[in-house]
């Protein structure tokens, strides 16, 4: 078969040049992060937690707390699925499950204290906004039923009965997947059983040299499948690739390409493959090319369809962590699989591999498999299994005799978590103040101190597998103070971190020009216009506390009009430990960076301020979007751009591995800000290190700064009409709180200390409900691993 058009496989954009000594930094900072990739083996195989990045900026519930305690404590053995919202990887090594739920504290007081909760802020890397719940959450929690599965091998040994015919109750397909129609992440393989079945997978040993793809943590239901076959030969190294095919969710070919070996050919397996020598011949494209086109084509959500896919993945010499196999869906009994060509003609009524045809089409197969997983999905694995059990799997249904009498019903079993776990001969605890809760008065402590929970709690001589703590004190403290007065002078002070002054500035200077001036550094909230009666200044909002940032980096030392700007922060009391604040979240944010492209007239305002020649370039507000004269030569406006995920990975994938691109986009317009997710802390840095190489290419880039989740809470704060900024200072109450908040964070370090390794460590700060609104509050989660 003839290659496809130079049109398929070329990519045909120019790269962006960055300079030899960044590339030296980051072979550097590579070979530094190899050295360190045995040790990293181990906690990659450990439990750990994620939030879904399309629920990050979203609030969670009670409800959403509980799908996840129900599922890391049960997980699909007991039939749980996994939360709609997170995802918990190698949820069987989780060894316990701990809750602490600290009364009155709300997300404002987590910020406002930020510095003080040393332990809360290092030790918890994943955190989501959390709204207060109208009714007890250790009530709802122990409250909570676990939902009665739909696996007929759980059905079975937990209820003793099942409606199912005789003949699926052991169907190989209904034990695996069960009898209800599922979303597509149903059928993802599992990280575990990737390994257990050795396919290419980051950090096992025989994959060392295998290239990743741009892949995110967790997929979704609404995720796109992408189907992939490939064809290899025989040489002296063995099997290797000759022909790729990938097809996208709607069947079309998004890649065919002919590969060539890089070792003498023995046998083309023509018979099989469709490859003659005289194909290749003409052959250019090496192994390596196809993997970039790969990593290029597919999305980071994307979901690899094949039959036997961990073949072609080995061939392709590719790691893709999110993989549907249809000989895994399709299964037979005692790990038998079929044929493709076995599965499309009885499901699909299609004949691929024909008699005729001279080898394998692998576009045609990569077809069949992606349209076999769209049906199975659709049709569910129950109504798979009844449409083709006879011309697939060869055996009818067996049909109950209506004489036979029906079997005993087994007494109903109670599907409270707490029953559910203690059936499992797993130990359940409560701890806290005197509340109406579904347990046991045996398995509850009634304590009315921090104190007392925390030292009761330590004492026991074994930790419980799920235990649920109560801290109140904090809570009678805070209603002497005014909580939603409280929550207004933190959205202050945050929105101080946001906010530069800039001058003095030329006479005359217009918000408008201002405006035009700013907006290279981020998207801007609110210009203030401040003139005095000699100069003009200006204060200065972002949207975002890296806009601020990227401004006083940038901007500061502006020369206009022979005068020199200043750019700062504001100083007030309640901002003298702004610059630690911001370095304890660049410590919190140590894989994420921070992006602008410029357009033509932003790139020339940033570089306003650089020596042409040894002269200054003096310029007006107003001059930095026309066309500029340097050295006697006019500089045209370039067209503008338009930023993507893929122009954005091609850039600073040159530093390391990027594992993920959000755009963040403005209302109406073209997204030029982005957020940056390396692989490991070494990309980020060789980025930072080369800023001004980026800096050429129209790229401002600046350390991330804003907590992932921060947006969310942002958007439902109150306008802060009543407190000014300019009043704002540190009052007795002030401090005071920021003690107990002290004392506080060193009693949950203790309790952390106390949990057993693989332990889920959930701390809650319940948030507040009010008549002046809702407080939001705040939800932090670690798996405790290895010391």
Request: aromatic letters at 6%; a positive charge; one cysteine or more.
């Amino acid at each position: 078969m003839e290659p496809l058009s130079a049109e398929v496989t070329c990519n045909g954009r120019k790269r962006k040049r960055i300079s030899p000594a960044a590339h030296e930094e980051v072979k550097r900072l590579k070979t530094e992060e190899g050295e360190e990739t045995l040790e990293s083996e181990h906690s990659s195989r450990s439990p750990r937690i994620s939030v879904l990045p399309d629920r990050l900026q979203q609030p969670i519930t009670a409800n959403d707390l509980t799908e996840l305690l129900h599922y890391a404590a049960l997980g699909k053995t007991a039939g749980v699925e996994q939360p709609s919202w997170c995802r918990l990887h190698h949820q069987k090594k989780v060894k316990a499950v701990n809750v602490v739920m600290i009364e009155g504290l709300s997300q404002s007081h987590f910020y406002k204290h930020y510095l003080t909760l040393q332990h809360l802020r290092t030790n918890y890397s994943t955190r989501v906004t959390f709204t207060p719940s109208p009714t007890d959450l250790a009530s709802g929690i122990f409250s909570s039923e676990v939902p009665e599965s739909d696996d007929p091998s759980v059905s079975q040994r937990h209820n003793g009965s099942s409606d199912l015919p005789k003949g699926l109750r052991v169907h190989p397909v209904i034990t695996k997947f069960g009898t209800k129609r599922k979303g597509l992440t149903a059928y993802v393989l599992p990280e575990d059983e990737m390994v257990k079945k050795h396919w290419p997978v980051k950090g096992m040993p025989d994959f060392q040299d295998f290239v990743c793809t741009n892949s995110v943590d967790c997929v979704t239901d609404s995720s796109p499948l992408y189907g992939l076959d490939c064809e290899m030969c025989l040489t002296e190294k063995g099997n290797e690739l000759t022909r790729v095919s990938m097809v996208d969710s709607d069947g079309k070919c998004v890649l065919d390409e002919l590969v060539k070996p890089p070792n003498r050919i023995l046998n083309y397996l023509t018979r099989f493959s469709g490859i003659t020598a005289a194909m290749l011949r003409p052959i250019t494209t090496t192994l390596r090319n196809v993997q970039t086109r790969l990593k290029t084509l597919l999305p980071s959500d994307a979901v690899l369809v094949g039959h036997s896919l961990n073949n072609d993945l080995v061939a392709l010499k590719l790691i893709h962590p999110h993989v549907i196999d249809t000989s895994l869906l399709y299964r037979r009994a005692f790990g038998q699989r079929f044929k493709l060509k076995v599965i499309t003609e009885s499901v699909l009524n299609r004949q691929i591999q024909t008699e005729e045809k001279m080898g394998h089409n692998p576009i045609e197969d990569a077809l069949a498999a992606l349209e076999l997983a769209q049906y199975f999905i659709k049709k569910g694995p129950r109504q798979v299994v009844e449409l083709h059990i006879q011309e697939l799997w060869g055996y009818r249904i067996i049909e109950e005799p209506e004489d036979l009498a029906p079997a005993e019903p087994a007494p109903p079993q109670s599907h409270r978590f707490p029953d559910v776990l203690q059936r499992h001969g797993r130990s359940v605890a409560f701890l806290g103040k005197r509340s109406d809760i579904a347990l046991d008065l045996s398995n509850q402590q009634w304590l009315n101190s921090d104190k007392e929970v925390s030292a009761s709690f330590r004492r026991q001589t074994r930790c419980p597998f799920l235990s649920v703590l109560q801290l109140p004190s904090l809570s009678s403290h805070l209603k002497k103070s005014f909580p939603h007065l409280e929550h207004q002078r933190v959205c202050a002070h945050l929105r101080d971190l946001c906010v530069v002054l800039a001058g003095p500035l030329p006479t005359g200077s217009s918000e408008q020009e201002v405006r035009r001036l700013f907006r290279c550094c981020g998207p801007l909230r609110n210009i203030k216009m401040l003139n005095t009666t000699v100069r003009v200044h200006a204060e200065v909002e972002f949207e975002l506390l890296e806009g601020a940032e990227l401004a006083v980096r940038t901007l500061n030392g502006l020369n206009m009009q022979g005068q020199s700007i200043k750019v700062q922060r504001p100083v007030y009391e309640s901002m003298l430990d702004a610059d630690l604040t911001l370095d304890a979240l660049v410590c919190d944010n140590n894989t994420h960076l921070y992006a602008v492209e410029l357009n033509p007239s932003m790139a020339d305002s940033v570089h306003i301020s650089k020596r042409v020649n040894g002269h200054s370039l003096n310029a007006k507000c107003s001059d930095v979007a026309s066309v500029k004269k340097v050295n006697g030569r006019h500089s045209q406006p370039k067209k503008k751009s338009k930023l993507s995920e893929e122009t954005v990975r091609e850039t600073f994938g040159l530093f390391g591995s990027v594992e993920r691109v959000a755009l963040l986009q403005q209302s109406g317009k073209h997204a030029r800000h982005a957020s940056i997710r390396f692989e490991s802390s070494e990309g980020k840095r060789a980025a930072l290190g080369s800023s001004e190489d980026l800096r050429k290419e129209n790229y401002l880039v600046c350390p991330s700064l804003t907590p992932h989740h921060l947006p969310s809470w942002t958007a439902v704060t109150t306008p802060t009409t009543s407190v000014e900024r300019s009043h704002m200072h540190i009052s007795s109450q002030d401090q005071e709180m920021d003690l107990l908040m002290g004392k506080l964070d060193r009693r949950l370090q203790k309790l952390f200390r106390y949990l057993p390794e693989g332990t889920l460590s959930v701390v809650v700060l319940l948030g507040h409900t009010s008549d002046h609104g809702l407080l939001p509050g705040l939800c932090l989660m670690e798996i405790k691993q290895k010391s």
